[in-house]
């Protein structure tokens, strides 16, 4: 079994900052690319941003200047570090994790059940 489990989501006011959490563990062979997705009301899941195993990134351009997305490898954990957030931040962020759970497996991906972030005075 796979576990992704984010946290860190809450409330915060326009303009402050948030930091998400996401741990993958369980049966991993190798954990390829990382991310951020999430999912507003009435809104289709949208990417926020993706990491390789190396260290690349890849942002939303309506996140750009104001997240950053980092992993530590050895941790099998990514996070999500939001700055000068909007109220069009405010969403369901969910975590995905792309591995193989032994050297035999096919590449999946894999999700978590979602961390609220709600931005509002």
């Known amino acids: 079994q796979v576990q992704v489990v984010e946290s860190g989501g809450g409330l915060v006011q326009p303009g402050g900052s948030l930091r998400l959490s996401c741990v993958v563990s369980?049966?991993?062979?190798?954990?390829?690319?990382m991310g951020w997705y999430r999912q507003a009301p009435r809104n289709e899941r949208e990417l926020v941003a993706t990491i390789t195993p190396s260290g690349t990134t890849n942002y939303a351009d309506s996140v750009k200047g104001r997240f950053t997305i980092s992993r530590d490898n050895a941790k099998n954990t990514v996070y999500l570090q939001g700055n000068s957030l909007k109220p069009e931040d405010t969403a369901v962020y969910y975590c995905?994790?792309?591995?193989?759970?032994?050297?035999?497996?096919?590449?999946?991906?894999?999700w978590g059940q979602g961390t609220q972030v709600t931005v509002s005075s």
């Open positions: 995905y994790a792309r591995l193989q759970k032994n050297w035999l497996s096919s590449t999946r991906d894999y």
């Open positions: 369980g049966s991993i062979f190798s954990i390829n690319n």
